[in-house]
């Protein structure tokens, strides 16, 4: 069975965004989903979160890039905030004093789509989560197979 992983904003941020860099690390993770090594998991959250700067700054090329990925993908499967995860988020967010509502909501559809883990750079969501966090790093595919 494949390993389902939620997928943070900043991993595609990194790979879409990162010009200076012919590699990076979102773009190592994406492949490897991309290969069948893991489902990415996101929440419609994540859309919304990547169409702004594009929007805002109108970057046709990077918004049109965007939307044909979730449009097309077959191996990131993206879910709605529903009532079940925004109960869950609200959990989440009593517990966890210092968890905005946006990534208490990632959290939670991670948790909801029974994720092993979240990717993510940001880290100080790594420890508030209350699910395994792997940090997006040099390592993170290496961490990613090790659930499997």
């Given at each position: 069975m494949t390993v389902r992983i939620y997928l943070d904003s900043k991993v595609f941020?990194?790979?879409?965004e990162n010009d200076d860099v012919?590699?990076?690390r979102g773009r190592r993770v994406l492949e490897h989903?991309?290969?069948g090594g893991a489902i990415g998991v996101i929440s419609e959250?994540?859309?919304?979160?990547l169409l702004t700067k594009p929007l805002?700054?109108?970057?046709?090329?990077m918004y049109?890039?965007?939307?044909?990925l979730f449009h097309s993908s077959r191996t990131i499967e993206t879910y709605p905030i529903d009532q079940r995860v925004l109960v869950r988020a609200a959990r989440l967010r009593?517990?966890?004093?210092s968890l905005k509502m946006p990534d208490a909501i990632h959290a939670a559809t991670a948790q909801i789509q029974s994720c092993a883990a979240f990717v993510t750079a940001d880290r100080r969501l790594l420890s508030a989560l209350g699910i395994n966090a792997?940090?997006?790093d040099t390592s993170t595919v290496e961490n990613i197979r090790t659930l499997a």
């Amino acid at each position: 069975m494949t390993v389902r992983i939620y997928l943070d904003s900043k991993v595609f941020i990194d790979a879409f965004e990162n010009d200076d860099v012919p590699v990076t690390r979102g773009r190592r993770v994406l492949e490897h989903v991309r290969n069948g090594g893991a489902i990415g998991v996101i929440s419609e959250l994540v859309v919304a979160e990547l169409l702004t700067k594009p929007l805002e700054t109108g970057d046709t090329e990077m918004y049109e890039a965007y939307v044909s990925l979730f449009h097309s993908s077959r191996t990131i499967e993206t879910y709605p905030i529903d009532q079940r995860v925004l109960v869950r988020a609200a959990r989440l967010r009593a517990a966890t004093k210092s968890l905005k509502m946006p990534d208490a909501i990632h959290a939670a559809t991670a948790q909801i789509q029974s994720c092993a883990a979240f990717v993510t750079a940001d880290r100080r969501l790594l420890s508030a989560l209350g699910i395994n966090a792997v940090p997006l790093d040099t390592s993170t595919v290496e961490n990613i197979r090790t659930l499997a």
